[in-house]
């Protein structure tokens, strides 16, 4: 019988590895590191090293592990107490309930961030059904995790997503094939640059994080996160001044763009969008009360959202 087919429950000596065993090994050793959540990412980071779905996972503790299934679980547990995070370990991030492969030119989708979607869709639903047809546009789309999130949503849409990264872009684009969203398209670009309007909504994750915070990020975010998707400039705005200048030649009339913030930022990038002709509404906070996602409209003689 190999490895692999062992019975979940097996008679083993005291010093024999079992999955369990090593888990709670693991778990221990995150737990002394400083891992915030010690028994979520044993239990991901096993997952993934034994090749376990969430249902063998859960009856495995008294597998036996060979000597190969050891060493690919102490590799993962290294990378982890040495500040990797666990989505750049096992190469994928869950976002709006997706499975999103992520990879260095990508940033990891955040919670947060899911605020746009949140934001994007309220001003859609209120403006009539998700199935008419409306064009989208996601400005820096990375791993393509605001895009495909909306087009989950929105059966006839058709969507792009931009990036100056090539593979970024290729990770996006593997990521809707996977999802099965194909009406979604690629382009590399620098913000809009390549696109023509108009589009009925737009949506962008820009960097906003100014060049001497960058230092000060946490390592998971500084050490391992694309510094072009964090840096925004010297006060972290450079990204959204130039979406006040990409954005309103690109809306259709009446339409919208939602933009992700950063901590304090909703003046600022108001005021700019403002100043470029754009009318803007108070932002929706995040789940910990941050204002998040700043939503802007085209003027319009009738518009084809509520907002």
């Not at 490895?3 to 008679?11: E, K, Q």
């Not at 090994?25 to 997952?47: K, N």
């Not at 995070?85 to 260095?104: D, H, Q, T």
């Not at 009446?254 to 002709?277: D, K, N, S």
Request: negative net charge.
């Amino acid at each position: 019988m190999s490895a692999d087919a062992v019975p979940a429950v097996t008679r083993v000596s005291a010093d024999t590895p079992t999955i369990g065993a090593a888990r709670h090994a693991a778990i221990a050793e995150l737990r002394a590191a400083g891992i915030e959540t010690p028994e979520l990412d044993a239990r991901v980071l096993f997952a993934e090293a034994l090749s376990l779905d969430h249902a063998a996972f859960a009856a495995a503790d008294g597998r036996v592990l060979n000597v190969e299934q050891r060493k690919n679980i102490a590799a993962v547990i290294r990378r982890r107490i040495a500040g990797e995070p666990v989505a750049r370990i096992v190469g994928y991030k869950e976002f709006w309930s997706l499975r999103l492969r992520v990879g260095p030119a990508t940033l990891v989708p955040r919670p947060e961030t899911e605020t746009i979607v949140e934001t994007a869709l309220a001003a859609i639903d209120a403006g009539g059904p998700r199935t008419r047809p409306l064009r989208i546009a996601d400005l820096g789309t990375g791993s393509g995790a605001l895009l495909l999130a909306l087009l989950s949503e929105l059966p006839d849409a058709f969507g792009i997503g931009t990036d100056i990264s090539s593979d970024a872009l290729r990770i996006a684009a593997e990521n809707a094939r996977h999802l099965g969203l194909l009406h979604a398209a690629f382009a590399a670009c620098d913000m809009g640059a390549a696109l023509r309007g108009p589009f009925d909504l737009i949506v962008s994750n820009p960097p906003y994080v100014t060049s001497a915070e960058i230092a000060m990020l946490a390592a998971e975010v500084r050490d391992f996160e694309p510094r072009t998707a964090l840096d925004g400039g010297l006060d972290g705005l450079d990204a959204y001044r130039s979406l006040a200048v990409t954005l309103p030649p690109l809306l259709a009339p009446g339409g919208i763009a939602v933009v992700e913030l950063g901590i304090g930022q909703a003046p600022a990038v108001g005021a700019l969008f403002r100043a470029a002709g754009l009318t803007t509404r108070a932002p929706r906070p995040d789940l910990a009360g941050v204002p998040r996602a700043l939503l802007a409209h085209a003027a319009a003689e009738a518009s084809r959202f509520a907002v």
